[in-house]
């Protein structure tokens, strides 16, 4: 017990240091927020310590992401200083369409 407690203080230290990594969340994990109120939500994330995404709502027929421009979505992420590492999205309609499709879709 009194081996365990002297590890405890170098325990507490440790954890007041900042990571080599940035905590991540799925987006998808806050959807119905994101669809309400983005960049609340995102704010909220980021102050709760989360510095990476990954993205989830993107809506190909639009280019938005929850209502936002694919381009002003990326600005927003930017201002707020965080990063999209991943993103889920809907490929399997894709599948058996023309490639031109799939390269906007794409990119």
Partial sequence: MT???ALMPSVGCEMNK???YKLGLQLFSVNSDMNK?????LSLVKDMGYADFEIYGFNP??????GIGA?????LLDDLGVT???GH?????YLNA?????KRFVD
């Fill in 98 to 102: 023309q490639r031109d499709a799939l």
């Fill in 18 to 20: 900042k990571g080599a």
């Fill in 37 to 41: 109120d983005p960049i609340g939500t």
């Fill in 84 to 86: 999209v590492s991943s």
């Fill in 3 to 5: 081996g365990a407690m």
């Fill in 71 to 75: 381009s002003d979505f990326k600005n």
């Fill in 89 to 93: 999205y809907g490929f399997s309609d």
């Fill in 61 to 66: 027929g639009k280019g938005t992401y929850y």
